[in-house]
């Protein structure tokens, strides 16, 4: 179950998931492969999609990581850093340590969800 507690922010409420991002990313793709709704043919798919999600979790993992930099739009409407930040926290890697170390081992050529230089 997911509950939004209210933070005050700059003045503005902001909602607050007690569930992970990981697990939320990882949950909206298996409902999308499983639900009607999506691309499956379940109508009633939250039991479902409550025993598979973790089949899901290196995909998720692959968006949250695409996700890292914001593009030029999102940076503009906030901070930059402190976004990928927070992506890095739901990669459950240091918020300081950047993912350079993560991607030099990786062979560009064959991981397609790495940009190149």
């Known amino acids: 179950m997911e509950v939004k507690l209210p ?19 990882a949950r909206v793709l298996a409902a999308r492969r499983i639900s009607i709704n999506g691309a499956g043919d379940e109508a009633s798919a939250a039991s479902e999609v409550d025993s598979t999600w973790r089949d899901f979790e290196e995909d998720a993992i692959a968006v949250l990581k695409t996700l890292r930099e914001p593009d030029e739009e999102m940076a503009a409407a906030g901070d930059a850093a402190i976004w990928s930040r927070m992506i890095a926290v739901a990669l459950g890697q240091d918020p300081g340590a950047g ?19």
Do not use: W
């Open 7 to 25: 933070l005050q922010r700059k003045g503005q409420a902001m909602d607050i998931s007690v569930s992970p991002a990981l697990e939320r990313v």
């Open 99 to 117: 993912h350079a170390a993560e991607t030099e081992d990786l062979d560009i050529g064959s991981a397609p969800l790495i940009e190149g230089p």
